[in-house]
């Protein structure tokens, strides 16, 4: 067999991939170190956050910025817990609304036969380019007009329509269910919604999981909501407090110490979830390509 | 095969469609039309929108001076910059990645994306102690200790350098879902078109690349470059967020969708703010255009 000069996926270190390893050390070097960092400063006492010269790692770790966090006690006199308890009820809203939303739309989408299905998916791909923050204002104009302002669901709706979850478990539908099943299932008696729930759901599985994780990635950090469509504090969520937590510190340094705190309680549970399904969405977004 | 009355309704394919249909309807075309609509009116949130014509758009065009020295030049140079080259980083990223082992690629991937869901304003205020204008700053600290600056630079708050951080700061978070396509792009393509193109005597990598690798990924290359156009514009807000709140110093970074928000829920002139949006969505549209040019398969 001719060497074809490269080598995709291979199955062991070769002498020949040095050179990409030390680019892609460099690379991950400069790229995770603000991460690092971040995970360092959440953790600085105060004498290491007004330390000069300014230290990149903690030496002895504490709670302090967390705590900052938490006890901050603002007028409205609500505790950090509710905040907490709203994010999470709307981020779990979020999550499981878009997966069911999503894929029984990318099951009529992908599988069943109707009346301007090519347009809907033509209008689908369209909107894929959609900006949401370009239409923050007459968004707002119409959640006051179907009254779900000042609710719960003035967090959850505005995340629901999200054309790449549709997209998404749409492709991966196309190549991994294959129509001779979903065939075989109908001449066994199977009707429509039969079909979805045993057949093509849990062969879309990796879309799925990608998409929950989208979902939970544009809910947990999301400010929108609670900045422009809900003006009662109790319903406000958790990066919204902690932003404003972080706006009254008054000074730069501490303002780092909580900030590096709440940006962690951000971005670690996506992380988590990033690390131990990533398998599932590199399956997923191999089907992704805009035909 | 045979239901009939309610139960051959209950099956209907528009069943599935509809609860997308109808949130889609209410969350992403009825607030383009309503400003599409709005753009011709004037309307301070309060009292009944009146129709004036044109006047949003003659006035914007005319005798907004921030939106045509700032906003605009910012937003384009902005995705510009951003757009295409966050896009190659992700390309070579994604060929470099494909040819390490699967364990390494799976490090070196999770540590290239994990940026882009720390999301850019949640960053800024890390990003404000990295770039603090006195001798504390980190940055500061390095080039006056290490390279024999005589004084701390003011970043953030000197228009010559916050737009510049904000663009590096920006593609530091832009290797998302579009980088990870091309990914699964790169790794899923069949090995044997590179064996028979070395038959066929093709040596060069980069022949490799642009007659192998880019047309057998197009599809997700395109995917990609939707996304990343997306991304480009979601930095809405990050220049105020590094400068530390308000207009940053001589509207640097100031972005249409900037200009927009702060007509619209500042100075609640959502008729001007609807006249600016439908503006973005146009630029929106055009540079997606220029992508499915150069990736789609119709041309």
Do not use: C
Not at chain 2, 42 to 55: A, D, M, Q, R
Not at chain 2, 103 to 126: C, F, H
Not at chain 2, 265 to 274: H, I, V
Request: net charge positive; hydrophobic share 55%.
């Amino acid at each position: 067999m001719a060497n074809s000069g490269i080598t995709f996926n291979p199955d062991r270190f070769k002498k020949d991939q040095w050179k990409f390893h030390a680019f892609l050390i460099t690379l991950t070097l400069f790229m995770g170190s603000p991460l690092i960092f971040v995970f360092n400063h959440a953790f600085k006492p105060y004498s290491e956050l007004f330390a000069y010269p300014p230290k990149f790692f903690v030496r002895r770790p504490t709670l302090e910025n967390f705590l900052r966090l938490a006890t901050f006690s603002r007028e409205s006199g609500i505790p950090i817990s509710r905040y907490i308890f709203n994010s999470v009820i709307t981020t779990g809203a979020v999550v499981v609304l878009t997966v069911i939303i999503g894929s029984l739309a990318a099951y009529a989408l992908s599988k069943l036969e109707f009346k301007g299905k090519e347009t809907l998916n033509k209008i689908n791909v369209f909107s894929l380019m959609f900006v949401p923050v370009a239409v923050a204002i007459p968004r707002f104009l119409v959640l006051i007009n179907i009254g779900i302002y000042n609710t719960y669901w003035a967090h959850i709706i505005p995340l629901l329509a999200m054309p790449v979850g549709i997209f998404l478990i749409k492709q991966f539908m196309d190549t991994n269910v294959p129509k001779e099943l979903i065939e075989a299932a109908k001449i066994d008696g199977a009707g429509n919604w039969r079909i979805y729930w045993s057949i093509a759901l849990p062969l879309v599985m990796p879309a799925i999981v990608t998409v929950s994780i989208l979902a939970f990635q544009f809910s947990w950090s999301n400010i929108e909501g609670s900045s422009m469509f809900v003006d009662i504090e109790a319903l406000r969520t958790l990066p919204f407090y902690m932003s404003t937590v972080i706006s009254q510190q008054g000074n730069i340094v501490v303002t780092a110490g909580v900030g590096a705190a709440s940006t962690l309680i951000m971005i670690v549970p996506n992380l988590i979830i990033f690390v131990f399904m990533q398998n599932k969405v590199m399956a997923s977004m191999a089907t992704s390509g805009i035909k | 095969m045979y239901e009939k009355g309610w139960k051959k309704h209950l099956q209907s394919p528009y069943l599935f469609i509809a609860p997308y249909a109808l949130l889609f309807v209410l969350i992403i075309a009825t607030p383009v039309l309503v400003a599409m609509v709005l753009s011709f009116t004037s309307f301070n949130t309060i009292e009944t929108p009146v129709f004036i014509g044109l006047k949003n758009y003659v006035d914007i065009f005319t005798g907004d001076t921030v939106f045509l020295q700032h906003a605009v030049s910012n937003t384009i140079l902005f995705s510009v910059i951003v757009g295409p080259i966050g896009y190659m980083m992700a390309f070579f990223l994604a060929w470099m990645l494909a040819q390490v082992p699967h364990r390494a690629r799976t490090i070196y991937a999770v540590i290239i994306y994990s940026p882009s869901i720390t999301g850019a304003i949640m960053m800024a205020n890390v990003w404000r102690i990295i770039f603090s204008g006195d001798e504390a700053g980190y940055i500061n600290y390095i080039l006056i200790n290490w390279f024999g600056a005589d004084s701390p630079v003011q970043f953030l708050q000197d228009a010559d350098y916050l737009f510049p951080i904000m663009i590096i700061v920006s593609l530091w978070g832009s290797m998302g879902l579009g980088f990870l396509a091309m990914l699964a792009g790169i790794l899923n393509i069949d090995r044997s078109l590179y064996e028979a193109a070395a038959i066929d005597g093709m040596k060069n990598r980069w022949q490799e690349i642009f007659y192998i690798t880019i047309p057998s990924i197009k599809p997700q290359m395109l995917f990609s470059a939707v996304m990343s156009i997306i991304g480009t514009f979601n930095a809405a807000g990050l220049a105020q967020a590094l400068a530390g709140g308000g207009v940053p110093p001589q509207y640097a970074g100031w972005l249409i969708v900037d200009h927009a928000n702060d007509f619209g829920f500042t100075r609640f002139e959502m008729g001007y703010a609807s006249a600016v949006t439908v503006i973005l969505l146009i630029i929106v549209l055009l540079f997606n255009k220029i992508a499915y040019r150069l990736f789609g398969e119709r041309g």
